[in-house]
């Protein structure tokens, strides 16, 4: 495992941890269940794809441990952007995406769960909510907060469970097992789960999973760097009834051309959209072609 992805699961945990003494896991699930209705983040996926378009997952994060701050009052290249994940939503929907992703990880990401909820209640979209979960806690807190979406990272299953830290409850080595326990919850709140993949290992274990939704991430979590050949080399293992999400490293017309004439039509875009102006026009302007 990448020391990146280490050290913010360490932190995860800690923060687990510290949340459940706050707010017990009764609590938690009870909210999750009382909430407002989970909304069909695979159906909005697939019903762009049907309609023979891109379907763009439009992330709203404000910072990540490659590129620093992206956006806002705190971002050195870029202080003029305003970070208002309600007026992102909005003319992210309004210029065609399927979804959103929402970052909520605090520490490494200046996410946060209010961005979720500001950003959920300004559109229609479903939401993703974009975190390092581990165990069933996490999940229960997302669709309590309103996601409608869970990401499950393959490689934070299959580390060698060394925190450094508290162990987690209920933390299984079976990363199969554990993976499959939580698909469970999040389909059972009624949530779409996207499993996340960065090589052929880590395929062969998310395949095994229910979920239809399957992202291929192309940023290498050692060097940072994104190669859209990830995905491309992926590509042939998968069986037809799965949907790829390409993530990372889209930055042009013409990386959305390569995918699509590779038959990958969803794809989760963050940094691009994020230094624009208006992060709804640059997704217009990225897709117009292959839409
Ligand atoms: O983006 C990072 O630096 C990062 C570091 C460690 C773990 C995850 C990280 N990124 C999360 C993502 O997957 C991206 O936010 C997402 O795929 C969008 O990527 P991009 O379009 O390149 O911003």
Redesign the pocket.
């Given at each position: 495992m990448s020391d990146?992805?280490k050290k913010?699961l360490v932190t995860k945990v800690a923060e687990v941890v510290a949340a459940k003494t706050k707010t017990p896991l009764t609590e938690i699930m009870a909210a999750a269940k009382s909430t407002t209705p989970a909304r069909n983040f695979f159906a909005a996926i697939q019903n762009k794809i049907t309609a023979g378009q891109s379907a763009v997952i439009a992330?709203i994060?404000q910072a990540?441990?490659?590129?620093g701050v992206l956006r806002g009052p705190e971002s050195a290249h870029a202080p003029h952007l305003s970070f208002n994940p309600a007026e992102i939503a909005t003319t992210y929907e309004k210029h065609g995406a399927a979804c959103l992703?929402i970052?909520t990880d605090r520490q490494?990401f200046m996410g946060d769960s209010e961005y979720l909820q500001q950003a959920r209640a300004a559109c229609q979209l479903p939401v993703l909510r974009?975190d390092f979960i581990l165990e069933e806690y996490q999940i229960a807190e997302a669709r309590a907060m309103g996601a409608d979406c869970i990401l499950l990272i393959v490689a934070a299953f299959t580390m060698d469970n060394d925190f450094g830290a508290e162990k987690l409850d209920n933390f299984d080595p079976n990363a199969l097992e554990q993976m499959s326990k939580l698909e469970a919850l999040a389909h059972e709140l009624g949530m779409s789960i996207l499993v996340?993949v960065h090589n052929a290992k880590e395929l062969s274990l998310a395949l095994q999973l229910k979920t239809p939704l399957v992202g291929i991430?192309n940023?290498n979590?050692r060097t940072?760097e994104?190669h859209l050949d990830t995905t491309l080399q992926l590509l042939e293992q998968i069986p037809n009834d799965r949907v790829i999400v390409t993530?990372?490293?889209?930055h042009t017309p013409r990386d959305v051309a390569l995918m699509r004439q590779h038959n990958v039509n969803a794809f989760?875009?963050?940094?691009?959209f994020?230094r624009a102006d208006d992060p709804g026009v640059e997704l217009a302007r990225l897709f117009s072609s292959s839409n």
């Open positions: 990146i992805l913010i992330e994060k990540s441990p490659s590129k992703s970052l490494y974009k996340e991430n940023r979590l940072f994104t993530e990372s490293g889209i989760l875009v963050g940094e691009a994020m």
